[in-house]
DNA sequence: GTTAGCACTCAGGTGTTGAGAGTGCTAACA
DNA sequence: TGTTAGCACTCTCAACACCTGAGTGCTAAC
């Protein structure tokens, strides 16, 4: 059953199957074939090997009088080796560079815009996942107030992620319990990561030390465990659910659609596959999935920022798809944005006050 | 043209086949509609009844040999005057307690949970509009730095919006000068409202007041009011998209079910037509709706925090629902949520002397 | 004014048929 | 022995006719 069962010409004929399949999503026949690609063999002789490929389980048969189908064993033959994996052409990396260059000082905008080239430039439904990390360390944690009682609880990572909320609370509060209990907690767990504080016992610690805050603190802790929580919790952007309607696999199948669908709007379990993938760029195809995406394919890959693996991005689609140009786009989107975003070494945070004369630049 | 032209009679029929098509979905007959609702006329009389009713606009004929379908106008009749407006279910209201109890502490999660009763208990999609206020006022702005070339830009409003973004810098930045930037921003636009700052020349104000910062300025600047920006825009959560198919109309008809989802992507369109009701409870029906929703129907209403209207919530389906259950579910849902959230006057501020004192609260 | 009766209409389901694209097998060929 | 032409067979799909059921509009009688 490996590739090297199969002769030279064998492979010729599941390639072509494939890029036919790929373009069409009609099931291949001989005849057609082998007037399509001029290989020099008659539509007999390609029956007879396509038959071999079916034994071997490469190929399908929707029923007995239809043309062939490639199966999710022939797709992965198709990544793994036969694959057109060409350069993407200048003027597609162009499209992707200018639109990231729009938004190069900030990521949280990059992203999107990454998420929206995806799925412009393959026709499938992209996602990107923000970035978080499980082990970013606290800064700080902040209580605002808002009015008689709500505040807004703020909490500061290192790497800059901050997250927020308004709790509502049911004593009232002072600014100067307000300033302690931010105090006390960011004390209490600066430095140490989300994961580790979480795994804490905090209403505990608070009822124990400080008496006066404790009525506070029944309020806000609870908040607090879910906004590190959310903290942890990777983010997922989705572009592009509408394109699958361009298929006609799915177009005229409301059934397949009408599951894609709904199992897009699961995005925590969605997330959760996304996030437990391999690192680099990683393919999946049919069955390689979990059941409910069994007749879909998955291609991901990361981006860094300063070097460091912070997010994921891809596709998801029918297994017939252009894995090649897909591919192709992901890597170059994935590496562009980590190149845009990288390390500038000679860029370092100075501690002197004095300014650097940046001013005049700009004077005109 | 006005309701009064029709007599008891003609009222009680066409009740009767709204009620009939809201539940099927199949064109209403004059024998069946005898059937059903016992009436004490014959399906003749019915018949010459609903040639009256379709002369004045409110049915209509998919075909000659088909049963009767109410217009536009039938379902705004039946909205105003005929529908069933009768109390929630004790049960249903229960459910909806209790959901929203869960969280009663924090507005977000809140909001989130009132998607998903809403979105569950109607079986249509369902979108919460997030409190925004165009008005609010800002209280302070601070720079965190995260690495050698990005820092946080956050951005936080009197009612607790806080608003957050990594920049990254083209030019070195020392803290001395984030810590100057967040206080000469802070000490220039607090207590101003969002769109007042948008208004002003800022790149302008920085060249000439300070010359030190004006390199970090240029890089900051177009991030500052982008963010702004994104204060002032509502953000839209929605929820049970896929809801749709569950109606028989929709899962026959591709072509409709992909006209709705494809509007449905367009966030930024159809978050515009929220902001722009009616405060209250505001129902629109099939061609009352722009072009593009012009065979749905949308119902949506407001709730307050604190008896400030903050935000909005609604429904959107098929002009074929069920107005009576589904407005009673969301007043019932709004008014829950304004409640949970209403000011409690014994409960406030002891001091607000201080409060932008946080930009140091870093270094703790 | 109401109703029974009747002719008429139309969508949708069923059955048939033929065309087209495909396969598998066999026998002949190089 | 691998390759190919030929042929019988299979299956889908579109077109077509046909029938049925639900519905309408009209007319005449109650």
Chains 1, 2 share one sequence.
Do not use: C
Not at 278 to 307: C, F, H, P, Q, W
Not at 327 to 338: H, L, W
């Amino acid at each position: 059953m490996n590739p090297n069962d199969l002769n030279e010409r064998k492979l010729q004929i599941l390639q072509a199957i494939i890029a036919d399949f790929i373009t069409t999503g009609e099931p291949v026949g001989s005849r057609s074939l082998s007037k399509s690609h001029d290989m020099g063999i008659s539509p007999a002789t390609i029956r007879n090997e396509m038959s071999d490929l079916e034994d071997m389980g490469y190929l399908t048969h929707p029923h007995t009088s239809a043309g062939r189908v490639p199966s999710d064993k022939a797709y992965r033959l198709y990544v793994d080796e036969l694959m057109d994996t060409s350069e993407l052409p200048e003027e597609d990396k162009q499209k992707i560079r200018s639109k990231l260059l729009e938004s190069r000082n900030e990521l949280d905008s990059t992203i999107e815009h990454a998420a929206e080239l995806l799925s412009d430039m393959t026709n499938l439904t992209s996602f990107v996942l923000m970035p978080r990390k499980d082990e970013s360390k606290l800064k700080y944690i902040n209580f605002l107030p808002v009015d008689s009682n709500t505040v807004v609880l703020m909490i500061v990572a290192e790497d800059g992620q901050v997250m927020n909320r308004a709790i509502r609370l049911s004593v009232p509060y002072t600014e100067e319990n307000l300033q302690l209990m931010s105090k006390v907690m960011t004390h209490n767990y600066r430095g140490k990561s989300i994961s580790a504080v979480m795994a804490m016992d905090i209403i505990d610690s608070f009822t124990n030390d400080m008496q006066s805050l404790s009525g506070l603190a029944q309020d806000v802790v609870p908040s607090f465990l879910k906004t590190l929580e959310k903290m942890l919790n990777a983010d997922l952007v989705m572009n592009g659910y509408s394109n699958i309607f361009s298929l006609p696999e799915f177009s005229t199948d409301m059934q397949k659609t009408q599951n894609f669908l709904k199992m897009l709007e699961d995005k925590s379990k969605l997330t959760d596959v996304i996030v437990n993938r391999d690192k680099g760029v990683m393919i999946t195809i049919g069955d390689e999935n979990s059941e409910d995406m069994k007749d879909l394919s998955l291609i991901t890959a990361d981006y860094r920022v300063n070097g460091e693996l912070v997010g994921r991005l891809g596709v998801i689609g029918p297994t017939r798809m252009k894995y090649g140009k897909v591919t192709s786009v992901i890597k170059y989107i994935s590496d562009n944005i980590s190149q845009t975003f990288e390390l500038k070494e000679n860029n370092d945070v100075k501690d002197d006050s004095n300014d650097d004369g940046s001013a005049d630049e700009q004077d005109s």
